[in-house]
């Protein structure tokens, strides 16, 4: 397929603004990319606008059919995705076919979700007439689409967090346009994506201007976006930099709007005494593979874990040692990801009271080197290097004395989307004593695994207190991300021919 490097706006492939280079690694076409401006913004905003009320307007069963009709045809172009999204993100070929299935498959599941009208949460108070000392209403509660939402692809999963990601397929569950900034990194693949929107919107007659796709390289682009008076919501993954500027803008607007930014963690592993004595070289080289795991280009990476000093820790650090320097080189999303992480771990490797355990192989300026490093309490507490996340293949083993420790800590963490515990049976009662910390501190604690690889499930939370996420109450992966984009609104003794469909019924 010919890629034009357009954007996409109310059915069309239009032009605008000035271009890009797209880097593609191999003998990928090359290709000049449009960057949008504020021309293309206000347009984009003002037909999702136009096309709010029929969309928020349509049945459960066709939003669902155009959600399969999206996945259906993002199966039919596997063979043109995939390759453009090797060349452009470096992901090897399976990584990125198990991420097309993802995708296709976090369509699919909002489809059956709303389908099934869990998402409404209906909640009907009966009037009571003859209620004393005052008769009640009769009320009627259902969640209503927002409008228009902007949606910023990561670069870190081109298909399953970009323009038909989780953030895109909920909003358009919830019956809310979507606008999509695509990530500079993989503009081919983003086109080749809104394409199969492009004939699902057709397919299924859906009012053109549900979707986007705005291409750019510039901060400008985003600003705009999320500035633009008709966007009423914002989904990003990315940097803790961006998207706090991001955020900043939003609740800076004159109507400030929500921004569900989720912005990375360090993910720590808690190995309580007994798991370490009985699985030590285990858990490390559990902990390696993780760690390094799609070159640590994961939200979830568990950068950091915590052990008590103990033969057990010893075992886990050879383990894990091993496992990192046996690496195969990969490259990085992007030159800028790969140069920031280099940079982490120089500066990781020179504080003081750090030792380096190992360092796998090193490769061109956009290959990263896996690393993971030892330190101390006190190092540990004195190097904002190793405390904040180095998006990239490197962690660190954290050696205390006691649990005391261990436990103040946890306490002194930032908000993180997981914490992990290694434990077992006779860790219990130590378990019992850190969990409350934990729960404060992540979205999801998990129990000896791994937190790469996040389920899209009904039960998954995928965000955690600030600054993990910009918004607790929400997840960016599973059925509830689909309430980021709804409202509850009451119906006072509303008469029956006014009711909504959803709600005649309830
Ligand atoms: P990013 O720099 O945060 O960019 C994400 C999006 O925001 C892009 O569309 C970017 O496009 C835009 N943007 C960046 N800075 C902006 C600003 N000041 N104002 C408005 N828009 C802005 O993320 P990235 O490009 O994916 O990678 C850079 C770093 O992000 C990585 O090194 C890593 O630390 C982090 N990251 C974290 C995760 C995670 O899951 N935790 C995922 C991906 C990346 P423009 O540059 O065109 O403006």
Redesign the pocket.
């Known amino acids: 397929m010919t890629l034009t490097g357009l954007h996409l706006i109310a059915g069309e492939w239009v032009g605008g603004g000035d271009s890009f280079a797209a880097v593609a690694i191999g003998d990928a076409a090359p290709m000049a990319v449009q960057?949008a401006g504020p021309a293309e913004v206000h347009r984009a905003a003002e037909v999702a606008e136009a096309a709010f009320p029929d969309f928020a307007a349509t049945s459960r069963t066709a939003r669902a059919a155009f959600l399969r009709a999206i996945a259906d045809g993002i199966d039919a172009r596997r063979d043109a995705i995939v390759p453009r999204a090797m060349a452009e993100s470096g992901l090897p070929e399976a990584r990125l076919v198990g991420e097309t299935a993802r995708t296709t498959g976090q369509l699919r599941l909002f489809a059956d979700h709303i389908e099934a009208g869990r998402h409404l949460d209906l909640r009907h108070d009966p009037a009571l007439p003859d209620r004393t000392p005052a008769p009640r209403p009769d009320l009627r509660l259902i969640q209503r689409p927002i409008g228009p939402v902007a949606v910023?692809?990561?670069?870190?999963?081109p298909l399953a967090?970009s323009t038909a990601g989780g953030d895109t397929a909920s909003a358009l569950a919830a019956g809310c346009p979507v606008i999509v900034?695509?990530?500079?990194?993989h503009p081919g693949t983003s086109e080749l994506v809104a394409g199969a929107i492009l004939d699902a919107i057709r397919a299924t007659g859906m009012p053109a201007g549900v979707f986007a796709l705005l291409q750019?390289?510039?901060?400008?682009?985003?600003?705009a976006l999320?500035r633009h008076p008709l966007v009423r919501a914002v989904g990003?993954?990315?940097?803790?930099?961006?998207?706090r500027?991001?955020f900043d803008?939003c609740a800076a607007r004159p109507e400030p709007i929500p921004f569900f930014g989720?912005?990375?963690?360090v993910n720590p592993v808690f190995v309580l005494p007994a798991a370490a004595a009985a699985r030590g070289p285990a858990i490390g080289a559990g902990w390696a593979a993780s760690l390094t795991l799609g070159m640590g280009?994961?939200?979830?990476?568990p950068g950091v874990a915590f052990v008590l000093e103990s033969e057990g820790a010893d075992a886990l650090a050879a383990t894990a040692a091993a496992g990192v320097a046996g690496t195969a080189p990969q490259p990085m999303?992007?030159r800028?990801?790969a140069g920031?992480?280099r940079s982490g771990i120089a500066a990781a490797a020179a504080a003081p009271g750090v030792e380096t355990l190992a360092r796998g192989p090193s490769g061109d300026d956009r290959h990263g080197t896996p690393a993971l490093f030892q330190a101390d309490r006190a190092a540990w507490e004195a190097t904002p290097a190793l405390r904040h996340?180095?998006?990239?293949p490197s962690g660190v083993l954290v050696r205390l004395a006691d649990f005391d420790a261990m436990l103040a800590e946890a306490q002194a963490l930032d908000g993180q989307?997981t914490c992990t515990v290694q434990m077992d049976d006779a860790d219990t009662d130590l378990a019992r004593r850190l969990l409350p910390i934990l729960e404060r501190k992540a979205g999801r604690i998990l129990f000896n695994g791994f937190p790469t690889g996040v389920e899209v499930a009904d039960a998954m939370v995928h965000s955690g207190p600030y600054p993990a996420s910009t918004n607790f109450g929400a997840t960016s992966v599973g059925t509830l991300a689909i309430r980021r984009f709804l409202r509850p609104v009451c119906f006072q003794d509303m008469p029956a021919a006014l009711l909504p469909d959803d709600l005649a019924g309830a």
């Open positions: 960057s910023f692809g990561a670069s870190n999963f967090f900034k695509g990530h500079p990194a750019g390289d510039t901060n400008d682009l985003g600003r999320v990003f993954t990315g940097s803790f930099g961006a998207g500027a991001l803008l989720e912005l990375g963690a280009q994961f939200c979830t990476n999303l992007t800028g990801i920031a992480y996340e180095n998006f990239g989307l």
